[in-house]
């Protein structure tokens, strides 16, 4: 059974930079059959897709963070890590890291357990 | 982006009841429409892929189907364990997007 495993801080001062690292239980993370990425999920709101990653390499950002958000996969680790900038009170969130398949309609079949991240001063 | 609506946004239910939730999607997204279940505290656990097809381990009691832009998520009879929040998620393009919701709640 796939686990995934947030960590990083849970307090970010405004303007500064997010970082979290995803941590994969198995080596799946070196395989061309899945895509890796983070959804976010303000107190007692809905889910914002951040982005996703490829084996290929290729990342994929919501336009609405893309100037502000980066996605890597260090496989020598089995992690990948969200890092988002310039962050803001409207940054605050439960932020989880996924998994899906890089076929079919690409779902997001594992999720982390999800950190919260508060942006304040 | 494609805007993801679902309805009702609430609902109150009792258990063994048939309870149906509906997803439109502001353009045709053919059949990339996934649903998750959502209880509080936990990160969403992915139900159904494909429009229609029962993700391993779900019970049969759930089920979907749809496809271009009107979907429908069916819980056929309501067990305990079924009382959350379910959300559609559109993957046909980025960026991907997600309903607003449904809370299905103890009647």
């Known amino acids: 059974q796939l686990q995934l495993q947030e960590s990083g801080p849970g307090l970010v001062k405004p303007s500064e930079t997010l970082s979290l690292t995803c941590s994969v239980s198995s080596d799946s993370i070196t395989s061309s059959s899945y895509f890796w990425g983070w959804i976010r999920q303000p107190p007692g709101k809905g889910l914002e897709w951040i982005g996703s990653?490829?084996?290929?390499?290729?990342?994929y950002y919501n336009p609405s963070l893309k100037s502000r958000v980066t996605i890597s996969v260090d496989t020598s680790k089995k992690q990948f890590s969200l890092k988002l900038n310039s962050v803001t009170a409207a940054d605050t969130a439960v932020y989880y890291c996924v998994r899906g398949p890089a076929a079919g309609t690409w779902p997001f079949d594992y999720w982390g357990q999800g950190i919260l991240v508060t942006v304040s001063s | 982006d494609i805007q993801m609506t679902q309805s009702p946004s609430s609902l109150s239910a009792s258990v063994g009841d048939r309870v149906t939730i509906t997803c439109r999607a502001s353009q045709s997204i053919s059949r990339y429409l996934n649903w998750y279940q959502q209880k509080p505290g936990k990160a969403p656990k992915l139900l159904i892929y494909?429009?229609?097809s029962l993700q391993s381990g779900v019970p049969s009691r759930f089920s979907g189907s749809g496809s271009g832009t009107d979907f429908t998520v069916t819980i056929s009879s309501l067990q305990p364990e079924d009382f959350a929040t379910y959300y559609c998620q559109q993957s046909y393009n980025n960026p991907q997007t997600f309903g607003q919701g449904t809370k299905v709640e103890v009647k």
């Open positions: 494909a429009a229609s």
């Open positions: 990653m490829y084996y290929s390499g290729s990342a």
